[in-house]
């Protein structure tokens, strides 16, 4: 065997025993993080009417989450950093999992403003922390499928997690409790649980890796080495150049339009379901449906994103998906073409992820890597939860109309698409002249 083939067989087994060791672990936990974060859908079908929440009190509450998540992200990914992935991720679980499982004992709008408001501080950073932990783990060639086979946790977690959580508002009564307290209660504590696990079974770097052989570690410590090198160049920006990159915001604006639309349906779909005169346990399975499908699409548009090596229409097509999908709610009034549309709405959002985060980190300078793409999460989470979900509330109160409240985030869709091909537009031209400086 000739050392180019050797070295062919040597990647494909090292990269097939590190996906198999980390990504369907990250999913579990990231699966938990989803269930736990939007387990206030399904709750809300009956903890609404015990403690009097209006739409617009209730999207408030929604939107605190985003809230404190945005003002904690780029800590805590910094923290990550110094830390290390493995405390580091075990913590934000372990908190997270305490603050839900005690968010059943909320009794009015001020202790649920409360929870969910300390929610977000606890799970802040989770996300971009994993997106970073990656990229020490998975070459650049390999991110798009990755990302995508990883996020597929976030559309499977309203699969599962919309059946589970109408299934536990049916334990109503027991025990003296709300169906509502039991969600909270049991959707909480198996995430402490994996919290502890994260502590073994994690691995920071591949150089620590004992269950990769010596020659694997070497070829993918080689391999990210020489990524590395080839993207040094210029200083470590601050956090708060960060913030006013207009590159870093063009990203989060972006990336605001796939947040909005998850996070939006993720709190307010199954009462936009209901509304169509189902009972909880049929909300719960219908909600399930275009989460299902989205999970599907997202794994396939991030291969085939690989496989092209494509990533700007890759990412661009998701967000017309979005777009158009928000857009047609308004000429329907039929559960099913409504739950058509919703699907692809959920299918963009998804979609986007993976294509999306493989090309903001390759705009990304590894020394910006860690708080460039906490302070991209940060803010696209703040316009697309902190804004988006509050905006959905007011206008769901006021004109009494799901597909009106919906509007805003295809607005947002339209000027992400517009943004998205400045940017990479910009990229192109500055990598040109970049190339031709170095034959110069």
């Given at each position: ?365 590894p020394s910006s890597a860690a708080a460039g793409l906490a302070t991209i999460n940060a803010v696209s989470n703040l316009i697309g939860g902190g804004l988006m979900v509050n905006v959905y509330g007011w206008i769901k109160e006021e004109t009494g109309s799901h597909a009106l409240a919906l ?34």
């Amino acid at each position: 065997m000739n050392a180019l083939d050797n070295n062919t067989r040597i990647e494909a087994e090292t990269i097939r025993k590190v996906t198999w060791r980390l990504i369907p672990f990250l999913m579990v936990c990231y699966l938990l993080a989803f269930i736990d974060r939007g387990n206030i859908g399904m709750a809300a079908l009956q903890m609404n009417h015990d403690l009097g929440i209006t739409p617009r009190v209730f999207g408030f509450a929604g939107s605190l989450f985003f809230i404190s998540y945005f003002l904690f992200e780029v800590p805590s990914n910094l923290a990550l950093q110094k830390f290390g992935a493995r405390k580091w991720i075990a913590r934000i679980m372990i908190t997270w999992g305490i603050v839900t499982a005690c968010t059943a004992m909320v009794q009015g709008q001020a202790s649920l403003f409360a929870m969910r408001f300390l929610l977000g501080a606890a799970e802040a950073g989770f996300f971009p922390g994993v997106l970073l932990y990656l990229t020490y783990w998975f070459p650049a060639a390999y991110r798009a499928r990755i990302i995508a086979i990883f996020m597929v946790a976030v559309p499977m977690a309203s699969f599962v997690g919309s059946p589970l959580s109408a299934l536990l508002l049916q334990a109503d009564g027991m025990l003296g409790l709300r169906g509502w307290h039991w969600l909270f209660i049991l959707e909480g504590v198996p995430t402490v649980a994996m919290g502890v696990v994260c502590l073994f079974f994690l691995t920071d770097r591949p150089q620590q890796a004992r269950w990769l052989t010596e020659e694997q570690r070497n070829w993918l410590a080689g391999r990210l080495e020489q990524e590395r090198n080839a993207k040094k160049g210029g200083a470590k920006p601050t956090v708060w150049q960060l913030f006013r990159s207009k590159e870093v915001l063009g990203m989060a604006l972006i990336c605001a339009t796939a947040s909005s639309a998850g996070s939006v349906l993720g709190i307010w779909q199954p009462q936009l379901i209901k509304s169509f005169g189902l009972t909880v346990m049929q909300t719960g399975l219908v909600n399930a449906i275009p989460y299902v499908i989205a999970s599907v699409a997202m794994v396939w548009w991030g291969r085939h994103s690989d496989k092209k090596r494509e990533r700007r229409w890759h990412t661009a097509i998701p967000l017309a998906l979005i777009a158009a999908g928000m857009l047609c709610t308004l000429l329907t009034t039929s559960l099913a073409t409504t739950i058509a549309l919703l699907s692809c709405v959920l299918i963009g959002a998804y979609s986007f992820k993976g294509p999306f985060w493989a090309l903001s980190s390759s705009w990304l300078a590894p020394s910006s890597a860690a708080a460039g793409l906490a302070t991209i999460n940060a803010v696209s989470n703040l316009i697309g939860g902190g804004l988006m979900v509050n905006v959905y509330g007011w206008i769901k109160e006021e004109t009494g109309s799901h597909a009106l409240a919906l509007m805003p985030i295809a607005a947002l869709a339209v000027a992400s698409i517009l943004t998205l091909l400045s940017l990479s537009n910009s990229a192109r031209q500055t990598a040109r002249n970049a190339a031709a400086n170095a034959t110069a």
